[in-house]
């Protein structure tokens, strides 16, 4: 089954929704907008339920197929949030909010998936219940978790969840997955660092935590090199070294660092949070120092359960006639939470060769690739939930 007729009719009306959604972009869980959208064009569709306010701003919508003889609920997933990027793509559709732009296109996922909903909802050609999950803050990391928290699983019966994100770089329209691992986890730390300041001409009078911060940024990848399974893929990145004192002839009495750490194995991610603290304390106090640590666990690793995985790559192939094998990456996705609480897939759509990355000021979503996934949102619940 190639791209759907119907879809394929009403992708400039999809594409429009994509570009106002890009032209009013809100962050995080402060998507009073956006959401308000959402609801009301689910309502206008003809959903059987629409539900706001799910892990804060998220948006629920359920349509039940023909018949439903076999209990079987399936969630797909799209994320609305934006991100703090002046935007700079010139186009005319360009976000209308200062310093507020759609870097990493959920404009176009939340329109794909509102067209997959239309789609559905005027149709009803399956066995069971589609669960639309419209989700906040998945740039901050948090928003999948809140809507997990809110019941969302449990309240509407979700048995397989389903998600979807563009890839620059990769053919418009073209799929990636692959079985288990796909992107890593995502944690942040951060390391204070006291010493005793002073002044500069006179370091022998204090303990510089300059010198301190130094030696553990060094310690620090010893962890990857030295503690970790060397087959195990793991980042250990200091991106942020903040002093008490800009002065040039003081020597502060405390140095920040922070920085994030990226693994696709949540034994090293254990390993690597227990390893931190204990390297970085030791080493601070072996100069006469201090440190604290602060690890706050992000997300956890995207894991893709092995038969919605292939059944997905099958879906896609007949869609889009292509379905590769998606590389490991570090990036980290907040979809994680929702596949450690129900079995699926997640899986790349391709934004084009020549597109900017994503978090980019020239980043735009490609609307060339809007009825291949809504053509795979559909395709999916109308094979895995067949009629019956």
Known sequence: MPI??????????????????????????DLGRTSSVVAEKLREFGCDEVVTGIGKSGVVGVIRGKTDTRGNV?????????????????????????GVMHACGHDGHTAMLLGAARYLAETRNFDGTVVLLFQPAEEL?????AMIEDGVMDRFGIKEVYGMHNAPGMPVGVFAIRSGPMLASADEFEIMVTGLGGHAAKPNETIDPTVMASQIILALQTIISRNADPIAQGVVSVTSVDTSSHAYNVIPQSVTLRGTVRTHSPDLQRLIQRRIPELCESMAQSFGGKARVTYTPYVPVTVNAEDPTAFAAEVARDVAGACVEAP????????????????????LIGNGEDSATLHHPEYNFNDEAIPAGCSWFSELVERRMPAA
């Open 4 to 29: 759907k007729n119907r879809i394929a009719d009403l992708a400039p009306e999809i594409a429009a929704w994509r570009q106002d959604l890009h032209a009013h972009p809100e962050i995080g869980f």
């Open 141 to 145: 990391g948090s928003g999948a978790k």
């Open 74 to 98: 399936i969630g797909l997933r799209g994320d609305m949030d934006a991100l703090p990027i002046l935007e700079a793509t010139g186009a005319a559709y360009a976000s209308e909010n200062a």
């Open 328 to 347: 490991l990456t570090m990036g980290g996705e907040d979809f994680s939470y929702m596949l450690q609480e129900r079995p699926g897939a997640f899986i």
